[in-house]
C-alpha cells in the first residue's frame, strides 16, 4: 500500500524559510506527477503547486508563485518545496499526493498524514 510521508515542517517567523521533502514507500515516485497540497485551519485541502515526473514542468498558485519552489530528485525518489518569505497565512497542513497532472492538481491515491507547517511571531 502506497504511504506517502512529508516532512521538515515545524514553527517559523513570519519570512521565514522551511524546506518540505516528500517520498513514498511502495511505490515508483518518479514515474508520477506530484503535488504539494495544504489544508488550513476551518478550511478545505487545495493544491497548490505541481511537478512533472521528470521535472520539466511545474505549476504554482498565484499565491505561492515567487516564494515556493517545487523541485525533485528521481534518483532520491524524492519532491521537495522550499518555502521562502513564508506568511502567517501560509499555516497549514502540508501533503504532497500524486494529481492527475501539472496543471490539473485533482488528488489522486493515498494520503499521508501531512507535515504541519506553522507561522507565527
Known amino acids: 500500500q502506497v504511504q506517502f510521508v512529508e516532512s521538515g515542517g515545524g514553527l517559523v517567523q513570519p519570512g521565514g524559510s522551511l524546506r518540505l521533502s516528500c517520498t513514498a514507500s511502495?511505490?515508483?515516485?518518479?514515474?508520477?506527477?506530484i503535488g504539494w497540497f495544504r489544508q488550513a485551519p476551518g478550511k478545505e485541502r487545495e493544491g497548490f503547486s505541481s511537478?512533472?515526473?521528470?521535472?520539466?514542468?511545474?505549476f504554482y498558485v498565484d499565491s505561492v508563485k515567487g516564494r515556493f519552489t517545487i523541485s525533485r530528485d528521481n534518483a532520491k525518489s524524492t519532491v521537495y518545496l522550499q518555502m521562502n518569505s513564508l506568511k502567517p497565512e501560509d499555516t497549514a497542513v502540508y501533503y504532497c499526493?500524486?494529481?492527475?497532472?501539472?496543471?490539473?492538481?485533482?488528488?489522486?491515491?493515498?494520503w499521508g498524514e501531512g507535515s504541519q507547517v506553522t507561522v507565527s511571531s
Open positions: 499526493a500524486t494529481s492527475v497532472g501539472v496543471y490539473d492538481m485533482t488528488h489522486v491515491g493515498a
Open positions: 511502495e511505490f515508483i515516485l518518479s514515474d508520477y506527477t
Open positions: 511537478i512533472s515526473s521528470s521535472g520539466g514542468s511545474t
